[in-house]
């Protein structure tokens, strides 16, 4: 029996999930929290084999009960059952250690297929996501430094350095219109958002 603990604000959703199994589906849920940081008090005193967990909660949101729950030293498989499908959201959750993610419109077929594969530490996906979470793990796994030209790692080196536009434009004595379109470039070639996204994986590549 798969011994689940949900982590949602509202009561009535949590009380419909949890009278949603039978025997038969080998799952029971043991306890129910609206509080993030409850979880761990809860993890001490229940066996617990999975936390099915939502992500907007008002005290404390799924993302950071993660993050705390790592800081206190727990490691239990994590399903998120919510409602959100933007990659954000998707790609938070599973940086900060979700092993699944469903959303709140899945069938129970669906759901008690998701907590039994991860609770075997499997990745579970809804399949509403499936290419959304394809897409983002293709693209964080296969950068290519080497696509990059001399100049942009120039650009990259300044950048790191804490140059702005106007001032690698100086150093490299480029326009600052030829700055801006180079950094875009390499953003868009890296597949990285802001600068300090780009600083870390340059330097986990060795480029800086």
Known sequence: M???LIVDDHHLFAEGVKSMFNAADGI?????????????SILETTDIDLILMDIDM????????????KSKGFDKPILMLTMHQSI???????EKGAQGYILKDASKSDLVQAI?????????????????VFNYLRGKNTVNTDQLSSREK???KCVSQGMNTKAISGVLFISEHTVKT???NIMHKLNVKTSAELIKLALDKGII
């Open 2 to 4: 798969i011994k689940v």
């Open 28 to 40: 029971e849920v043991v306890a129910h929290t609206m509080n993030g940081n409850a979880i761990a």
């Open 58 to 69: 008002p005290v404390i949101d799924g993302i950071a009960s993660m993050e705390l729950l």
């Open 88 to 94: 954000k959201m998707i790609r938070d959750a599973l």
């Open 116 to 132: 039994k594969t991860t609770s075997q530490r499997q990745n579970y996906f809804h399949p509403k996501i499936n290419d959304q």
């Open 154 to 156: 120039e650009i990259i």
């Open 182 to 184: 180079h950094r875009r």
